[in-house]
């Protein structure tokens, strides 16, 4: 029983983690898309492309917010009591609704910009 725990809590970091990766990749890859786009004048020219910038960045964000709700929707079964249930349900409850929030917006934004 104790390797079981260990072996879920082994994958609930991996998990979490790649969550993280995906999330700090796409931050970074918007970061350099927007720079290179300031300094190219381009992003004078064309007024879609930050629009492009935010809707790669929001989906990014939305993919890294789901492996880290997974994450801690693992972590539940590896919860000792309710109470810390009860922290996990919340955060994956404010994670739920912000990624939710994130994808009215994104839709909100590609609309506009088609």
């Known amino acids: 029983m104790d390797n079981l725990h260990t072996i879920l809590v082994f994958i609930q ?47 990014t964000l939305i993919l890294g917010l789901e492996f880290i709700v997974a994450a801690d929707l693992i972590g539940t079964t590896t919860a000792p009591d309710y109470y810390s249930v009860g922290i996990l349900a919340s955060i994956v409850l404010i994670r739920t609704v912000l990624s939710f929030s994130l994808s009215r917006e994104l839709m909100g934004i590609k609309s506009a910009s088609t």
Do not use: C, P, Q
């Open 13 to 59: 970091h991996v998990i979490s983690f790649s969550g993280v990766i995906i999330i700090l990749s796409g931050v970074i890859w918007a970061l350099l898309l927007y720079v290179y786009y300031i300094f190219t004048g381009k992003m004078k020219e064309d007024g879609a492309i930050i629009n492009n910038i935010r809707l790669s960045l929001g989906r």
